[in-house]
C-alpha cells in the first residue's frame, strides 16, 4: 500500500513539474521581444513611428513640452522617447500594451483621459513592435543594455 501511495505522490510530483516547466516555456514565448539589433525591424519602426508617433512625441523622440505636467485639458502631454523620458523604464510588455490597448486599459481605469490613441485595429502586433524596437534602438548603447537586462530579469 505504502509503495502504490508513493508511485502516485511521485507521478503527481512529475506532472506538476512537468506543467510548471511548460507554462513558464509559454510565458516566456509569449513575451514580447524588442528588436532594436535588426536593421529591417528598426526601419520598419522608423517609418510607422513618422507616419504614426512622431507629430506627439517629435520626429527626435523629444516629445511635448511640459510632459510631466498636466495641460489645460487635464492631460499629459506626449513623453519624449528618447533617454531623458522614462520610456526605457518599462519593459516591452508594458510598453506594447500601452500602445495597443491605451493607458486606461493599462492601469484598469477605462475612464482614464489621455491624449493617447489606441492602436489596436490601426497597427498590426508587428508594427507596434518594430515601432518600440526602432524608439530602442535610438537610445545610447547604455541605456539598452540597462533596458535589456531589466527585460531578462523579469
Known sequence: MKRIALIAVGGAALI????????????????V????????IVAL?????????ASCHGADLEGQANWR?????G???????????HTWHHDGDTLFQLTKYGVGA??????YASNMP????????????????YI???WSEEIRARHTEMENRQ
Do not use: M, Q
Open 16 to 31: 506538476g513539474a512537468a506543467l510548471y516547466a511548460f507554462s513558464n516555456v509559454s510565458a516566456e514565448t509569449d513575451r
Open 33 to 40: 521581444v524588442l528588436r532594436d539589433d535588426d536593421p529591417a
Open 45 to 53: 519602426g522608423g517609418s510607422v513611428y513618422g507616419a504614426n508617433c
Open 69 to 73: 505636467s498636466p495641460g489645460k485639458d
Open 75 to 85: 492631460r499629459l502631454p506626449a513623453p519624449p522617447h528618447d533617454e531623458t523620458g
Open 106 to 111: 493599462l492601469i484598469n481605469d477605462p475612464g
Open 118 to 133: 489606441i492602436y489596436e485595429g490601426i497597427l498590426s502586433d508587428e508594427e507596434i513592435i518594430a515601432v518600440l524596437s
Open 136 to 138: 530602442k534602438s535610438t
